[in-house]
Each structure stands twice: as C-alpha cells, then as structure tokens.
C-alpha cells in the first residue's frame, strides 16, 4: 500500500506564495510521476503540473511562469512552489504519485487527502 500525504496548503492574499508539499510513503520500487492536480468548488479537477521520474515537467497552461514543480527522489517527495496567486488558484490541491509497488511489477497510483489553497484579500 502506498500513502500520499500533501501539506502548505493555506490563506494567502492575491500575488502571494505558497510551497506544496507531497509525501509518498508505503511498498515503493520506484516512482515514475508525481503530479498535482486541483479541483475548485463546482469544477472538475485538473492536472496542474507533472513531474517525470526524469526531471521532465508538464505544466498546465495557465500556471507556466508562475508554478514550479520539483522532486527529491531520495525522499519521495514533490514540491509545488505557488508564486503571483491569483483568484481562480483557489482549490483543493491533490498530489497524484505513480510507480511500481516494492517486490512486484505491478504498477499504483495513489492520491493524497489533499490540501486547500485560498487566495483572498
């Protein structure tokens, strides 16, 4: 089994920062993706920004220049630094992490609880 836990999640006003965290804990061989993902009240959720066991990114459009993903593979970890936050960031923030159980070849993908993000002056 594989627990995802995300933290720094808050209330910040409008063009302030914030740094997500993703812990991926459990049965891991390894770790191929980390992702974040949001969801706003009355929306469906959305990937945000993707991080390849590589070091390759994929951000959603309408967070590049303004969101950075990053990983330490040591410690199974993702960040997502939050920088110039805006109205519409407000959401839950959910960490994805995708890879292959210890002892096997079977693949997961878990998700965190998730860690609420809101951007209000």
């Known amino acids: 089994q594989v627990r995802v836990v995300e933290s720094g999640g808050g209330l910040v006003q409008p063009g302030g920062s914030l740094r997500l965290s993703c812990v991926a804990s459990?049965?891991?061989?390894?770790?191929?993706?980390m992702g974040w993902h949001r969801q706003a009240p009355g929306k469906q959720r959305e990937l945000v920004a993707d991080i390849f066991e590589g070091g390759n990114t994929y951000y959603v459009d309408s967070v590049k220049g303004r969101f950075t993903i990053s990983r330490d593979n040591a410690k199974n970890t993702a960040y997502l630094q939050v920088n110039s936050l805006k109205t519409e960031d407000t959401a839950i923030y959910y960490c994805?992490?995708?890879?292959?159980?210890?002892?096997?070849?079977?693949?997961?993908?878990?998700w965190g609880q998730g860690t609420q993000v809101t951007v209000s002056s």
């Open positions: 459990g049965s891991i061989k390894s770790i191929d993706v």
């Open positions: 994805n992490v995708r890879g292959i159980y210890s002892g096997t070849i079977s693949t997961f993908s878990a």
